[in-house]
């Protein structure tokens, strides 16, 4: 018992470690974008009516980061009950079956979010002007057209090599993945790095809903 409880320990440490490095490698990496494109935070004005206007960048931090934490947090529950459901249904209780799991629903995390935004609003955003507003926002909101024009389409494709990293480290690795550090932190890292994608893709999406109506 207490070799199997010693054996728990090690390992929860050896999770925590990797977790904690890539959450606040990704939280820096937020709070950078936050910091060099301070008027597009303002520009979409979260916590309008709470937050006084100086702070809106603070406000768009915070919609951000919990969005990011509520998706990372999504991935590991759902990973777990679709574990659950997978061994109800006849899968054993293996790597296998967990690495299945969280691939499906690390697909989910990575491109549900964004296909339902655009399916309710893609159609009718594409309806919207927008002409000028790339040469408004250069005009008066350069740290602003940095975020929302030139960095948003790699925002978006980035989920592209960050599900292959994901994914690739799931399944090329075996058994390694589950006590590998260095693994475990690259794994973390891209799962992080993918919710913070989402998260500022739906920000800037929301933003540019924001000055275009």
Request: net charge neutral; aromatic share 12%; no cysteine.
């Amino acid at each position: 018992m207490g070799v199997q409880t010693g054996q728990i320990e090690q390992w929860h440490v050896r999770l925590l470690v990797p977790v904690a490095i890539a959450a606040v490698a990704i939280t820096a990496v937020l709070l950078l974008l936050v910091t060099a494109s301070r008027s597009a935070w303002f520009l979409l004005g979260a916590g309008r009516g709470v937050v006084p206007e100086e702070y809106y960048h603070v406000s768009g931090f915070v919609v951000v980061f919990g969005t990011l934490l509520g998706q990372a947090a999504g991935w590991a529950g759902g990973s777990a009950i679709g574990y659950y459901v997978l061994t109800l249904i006849g899968f054993g209780r293996t790597w296998t079956t967990a690495r299945i799991a969280m691939s499906l629903v690390y697909l989910g995390l990575a491109g549900l979010p964004l296909a339902v935004y655009h399916a309710f609003y893609g159609q009718w955003l594409l309806g919207i002007p927008r002409e000028g507003l790339e040469q408004w926002l250069a005009a008066n909101y350069s740290d602003a057209y940095w975020l929302l024009i030139t960095l948003h389409p790699v925002v978006d494709l980035s989920l592209i090599p960050l599900g292959v990293i994901v994914l690739g480290i799931l399944w090329a690795f075996g058994e390694r993945v589950r006590w590998h550090m260095g693994l475990q932190t690259v794994f973390w890292l891209a799962l992080f790095g993918t919710s913070l994608a989402v998260a500022l893709s739906l920000g800037i999406h929301s933003t540019l809903v924001h000055i275009r109506l």
